[in-house]
T-cell receptor, first 113, second 113 residues
Framework: AQSVTQLDSQVPVFEEAPVELRCNYSSSVSVYLFWYVQYPNQGLQLLLKYLSGSTLVKGINGFEAEFNKSQTSFHLRKPSVHISDTAEYFCAVSERGYNKLIFGAGTRLAVHP | EPEVTQTPSHQVTQMGQEVILRCVPISNHLYFYWYRQILGQKVEFLVSFYNNEISEKSEIFDDQFSVERPDGSNFTLKIRSTKLEDSAMYFC???????????FGSGTRLTVV
């Protein structure tokens, strides 16, 4: 059965510093991978997705993620964060041939001035 | 950009009452989903719906839950007899197929008192 592990529940970082939010998954078949962001009291917004092709995926708001099949990881990175990036970030996986998303527990990114 | 619309944004109901949460998926999407997020916890899959029937459901989706697509545009989640533990944010999502990703609505916050 597929599962998603987000290794850090909270990540504090100073403004303009780089950040990496870690995500590992387990699955016996090929997967699609997603990162969603949730701002306070709002819904889920898609940041980026990996479906196939290049393992480096660029998304909105300057975020990118790299799919590493051997390490079953899909870490999210941003070279320089802003205060406005403060939010909850969810990694999610969907197995090819199936139609549901399985979410990780989320990582709360707190950007400090 | 096409959106998934959910109504109401917030609903308060008394324990034991029936509630219906409404969603208007993206018009050319074929797959529809309900997820829930209990405050401070991860987003959990409830049910997926395709071709006018449930394609998969989680163990959370017991007999008190039902889904319906009463016309060509709406997709509803009914909770027959609400419990305090049903208090959560409920997200509707739609997809054109797994390879195309998922679009989430802004959610309905259900509070059972």
């Amino acid at each position: 059965a597929q599962s998603v592990t987000q290794l850090d529940s909270q990540v504090p970082v100073f403004e303009e510093a780089p950040v990496e939010l870690r995500c590992n998954y387990s699955s016996s078949v090929s997967v699609y991978l997603f990162w969603y962001v949730q701002y306070p009291n709002q819904g889920l917004q898609l940041l980026l997705k990996y479906l196939s092709g290049s393992t480096l995926v660029k998304g909105i708001n300057g975020f990118e993620a790299e799919f590493n099949k051997s390490q079953t990881s899909f870490h999210l990175r941003k070279p320089s964060v802003h205060i406005s990036d403060t939010a909850e970030y969810f990694c999610a996986v969907s197995e090819r041939g199936y139609n549901k998303l399985i979410f990780g527990a989320g990582t709360r990114l707190a950007v400090h001035p | 950009e096409p959106e998934v619309t959910q109504t109401p944004s917030h609903q308060v109901t008394q324990m034991g009452q029936e509630v219906i949460l409404r969603c208007v998926p993206i018009s050319n999407h074929l797959y529809f989903y309900w997820y829930r997020q209990i405050l401070g916890q991860k987003v959990e899959f409830l049910v997926s719906f395709y071709n006018n029937e449930i394609s998969e459901k989680s163990e959370i989706f017991d007999d008190q839950f039902s889904v319906e697509r009463p016309d060509g545009s709406n997709f509803t989640l009914k909770i027959r007899s609400t419990k305090l533990e049903d208090s959560a944010m409920y997200f509707c999502a739609s997809s054109g197929g797994t390879a195309y990703g998922y679009t989430f609505g802004s959610g309905t916050r259900l509070t059972v008192v």
